[in-house]
Structure formats: C-alpha cells, structure tokens
C-alpha cells in the first residue's frame, strides 16, 4: 500500500449542499468546495446550492473552490478537470509544509506538465531537499522558475495520490 493512502483519506461528496441540507440534483450546478481539516492534513469536499453560495454561505477551512455541474448517478465521471482548478491548487500548496500536501503539489506539478501547462527547466539540491523548478506555460524565461520539492513518490504513491486527487476534484455524488 502507498505510504499515503491509508493516512491521507479524502471525505467523498455527500450528493446534498452544505449549507441547507438539501439534494444535489443531477445536471444543475454547484460551488464545490475544499476545506482544511484540523485533524490531519486532508481535505473534505463540500458541496453547495449557488443560492447559498451567493448568501455568503461558507464553510470553515475553506482552501478552494470552482463551480461544477453535479453527474448523474449513471453517468461515467469526467475525466477533464480545468486547467485553472488545477493551476490554482498547484499555486495555493506552494508555501506547503505538511509532506502529503507537498505530495499532493508534486502529482499537481506531475499533471500540468503532462498537459504542458508546466515546463521542467531543471532541479536543484540534492536528496530530501531537491527541487524540480518549473517554468509556467508562456512566462516570461527571464522569471525565475517555480521550485516544486520533490518528496520522491513511488509509482504506488503516485497513483494513489492521483486517485484521491480525482476523488476530490470529481467525486461522484
């Protein structure tokens, strides 16, 4: 098992909005959340009606958000996340501290280089303490490049992380 997936459990989305209780119906659109937990390092995903969103209803711990469209329960989960959620996490766990949100910012940098969003332009240290530096897609080359700390995943880990990181981003209801 990774050395991540038995500690770093994500809550799944509950299919009813946060703040009134109320069903999630399939198709409409949502305010899916991702809020800190104080106990560990983990996320849960939160889920809320526009119209609560819109009154200034907000969870605590709230880290991020995007709007979404709720699935049906039959349909297959989509696979496309957007870009800017993407951009956004990997820039929000950039001052990360907790190894799991470094992990989770390392998978990050992993997918917005697959989707050439990142660019590796190279590293620096050595061991616990190497850094991937990453150069966003149309930066200017004269900006220094994002250091990314690699907390040397295995496949495993990696996979593990990716799937929770899809389970947060596009848990099925």
Request: proline share 9%.
């Given at each position: 098992?990774?050395?991540?997936?038995?500690?770093?459990?994500?809550?799944?989305?509950?299919?009813?909005?946060?703040?009134?209780?109320?069903?999630?119906?399939?198709?409409?659109?949502?305010?899916?959340?991702?809020?800190?937990?104080?106990?560990?390092?983990?996320?849960?995903?939160?889920?809320?009606?526009?119209?609560?969103?819109?009154?200034?209803?907000?969870?605590?711990?709230?880290?991020?958000?995007?709007?979404?469209?709720?699935?049906?329960?039959?349909?297959?989960?989509?696979?496309?996340?957007?870009?800017?959620?993407?951009?956004?996490?990997?820039?929000?766990?950039?001052?990360?501290?907790?190894?799991?949100?470094?992990?989770?910012?390392?998978?990050?940098?992993?997918?917005?280089?697959?989707?050439?969003?990142?660019?590796?332009?190279?590293?620096?240290?050595?061991?616990?303490?190497?850094?991937?530096?990453?150069?966003?897609?149309?930066?200017?080359?004269?900006?220094?490049?994002?250091?990314?700390?690699n907390p040397h995943l295995?496949?495993?880990?990696?996979?593990?992380?990716?799937?929770?990181?899809?389970?947060i981003l596009q848990g099925?209801?």
């Open positions: 098992m990774s050395r991540f997936g038995s500690q770093y459990k994500v809550a799944r989305p509950t299919g009813v909005c946060a703040a009134t209780g109320k069903p999630l119906e399939p198709g409409t659109p949502c305010i899916a959340t991702l809020c800190e937990r104080e106990e560990d390092d983990g996320f849960d995903r939160k889920d809320f009606l526009p119209e609560a969103w819109e009154e200034g209803r907000r969870p605590e711990g709230l880290f991020s958000y995007w709007k979404t469209i709720v699935p049906s329960p039959d349909a297959r989960p989509n696979l496309l996340v957007d870009d800017a959620v993407l951009t956004d996490l990997f820039e929000r766990l950039g001052e990360e501290t907790r190894p799991q949100r470094i992990a989770f910012r390392f998978v990050l940098a992993l997918i917005l280089m697959r989707k050439r969003l990142l660019k590796f332009v190279g590293r620096e240290g050595k061991d616990e303490d190497e850094k991937w530096l990453m150069q966003p897609k149309g930066a200017d080359p004269a900006l220094p490049p994002i250091p990314v700390l295995t496949d495993e880990d990696i996979r593990e992380l990716t799937a929770q990181l899809g389970e099925e209801l």
